[in-house]
């Protein structure tokens, strides 16, 4: 356990905003979380921001906008792992007693890059591929052990497009129903993977507030682990963009160790899903469903709000929409929110312990474990 408690939570709507400045996103988001908590930014002792494509000094540009106290602020790069690791150093920053209160931000802005994400000027052969390659050759490997088909990722993605019709901020929202056939019929980007099975890049804020103390509404951090890329024989070095399953695994084990909790007492997941097959392959390397398992709630309902493994309820980053440096923390409010009770109409039955997980470019893990 680590004496830490979410007291405050703001996301901005995902989407496009063109003609905003990007410090206005993470600005945005922290008034929300702040006035979420209750609290004034002077009550702040320590600040940790996130992004991958920021200029310099735009973390210093929004903490300075919510107000000059001369407090500590670090700016985070971790791919889409950076919000989580700006919430594991303001976890940290409280529980080491170096303050009472600290505040992480994230913000990103990516709806006016190239299709198909971001990759700096190609160097080495994999860097002219975008990352629904690697995606793609997990997903069929896949695929091919389970022996399952297509369809399956199929239920996974029209899962995420339902539950993001239910959440105000998503970016992807259908007025009606998305239907399996509707995805596999989409335009394919890297077999077997459809356009509707990959993520919508797309512009956003989140903030999360940090407290020692017991709050109304708040929730316990009950362990928050990161890891960087271990070695691993049966993982390619050169090709895949994140870490193996075997990271998440690791990364996992030691969260749940640290909050003493199993994977059967989680009750609501938000996890990294760059495209629908990894919402299959980080559930089962987190341990709380086997191949079986897993490929049976895809089709049958039980990843949603009112199934028994209730997962991205939000729509994740497929329907949520995927803003880098602000995901992970975007992931995070939506688990307070489920646990709160306070998610309207995507509301789970009852949640005590949600669970987050962000895996990053490059080889970063982050595990979250939160409870009530």
């Known amino acids: 356990m680590t004496g830490t408690h979410i007291a405050g939570i703001g996301v901005t709507p995902f989407g496009k905003h063109g003609d ?7 600005v945005a988001a922290a008034e929300k979380a702040l006035a979420d908590a209750g609290l004034d930014y002077d009550a702040v002792g320590e600040v940790f921001t996130s992004s991958s494509m920021a200029p310099p000094q735009t973390g210093l540009k929004v903490a300075h906008r919510l107000g000059r106290t001369g407090i500590p602020v670090t700016a985070i790069e971790s791919a889409s792992a950076g919000g989580m690791v700006a919430l594991r150093q303001a976890v940290w920053a409280v529980a080491s007693g170096r303050c009472r209160i600290a505040l992480a931000i994230g913000y990103e802005k990516t709806t006016a890059l190239e299709p198909g994400g971001v990759v700096p000027a190609a160097v080495d052969f994999w860097d002219r591929f975008p990352p629904q ?3 793609a050759i997990e997903a069929s490997r896949w695929l091919h052990d389970a ?17 993001a019709r239910l959440n105000p901020l998503a970016a992807r929202r259908n007025d009606d129903e998305v239907t399996v056939e509707q995805v596999m019929s989409a335009r394919m980007i890297a077999e077997p993977l459809t356009k509707m099975m990959c993520h919508a890049s797309v512009d956003g804020g989140a903030a999360i507030v940090v407290t020692a103390d017991h709050r109304p509404r708040s929730v316990a951090v009950a362990a928050i682990e990161q890891t960087s890329w271990p070695r691993d024989p049966s993982w390619p070095l050169a090709g895949p963009c994140v870490g193996p399953p075997s990271q998440i695994t690791l990364t996992a084990a030691r969260a749940f160790d640290a909050a003493s909790v199993a994977p059967t007492d989680v009750g609501i997941v938000s996890l990294h899903d760059m495209c629908a097959s990894e919402e299959i392959t980080a559930l089962i390397a987190l341990g709380l469903a086997d191949t079986v398992e897993v490929a049976e709630l895809a089709q049958s309902g039980g990843l949603a709000s009112g199934g028994r493994l209730p997962t991205n309820t939000d729509g994740g980053c497929l329907a949520r929409g995927h803003a880098f440096g602000a995901t992970g923390l975007a992931q995070i409010a939506e688990v307070v929110s489920q646990l709160r009770g306070e998610a309207d109409l995507r509301q789970v039955s009852d949640p005590r312990i949600g669970l987050a997980q962000a895996m990053g470019g490059g080889g970063s893990c982050v595990v979250a474990m939160l409870g009530r």
Do not use: F, M, T, W
Request: proline fraction near 4%.
């Open 20 to 26: 905003r400045a990007l410090s206005d996103l993470g």
């Open 147 to 163: 022996h399952c088909k297509p369809e399956v990722i199929g239920a996974v993605a029209a899962k995420s497009y339902n539950q």
């Open 133 to 135: 390659v690697h995606y």
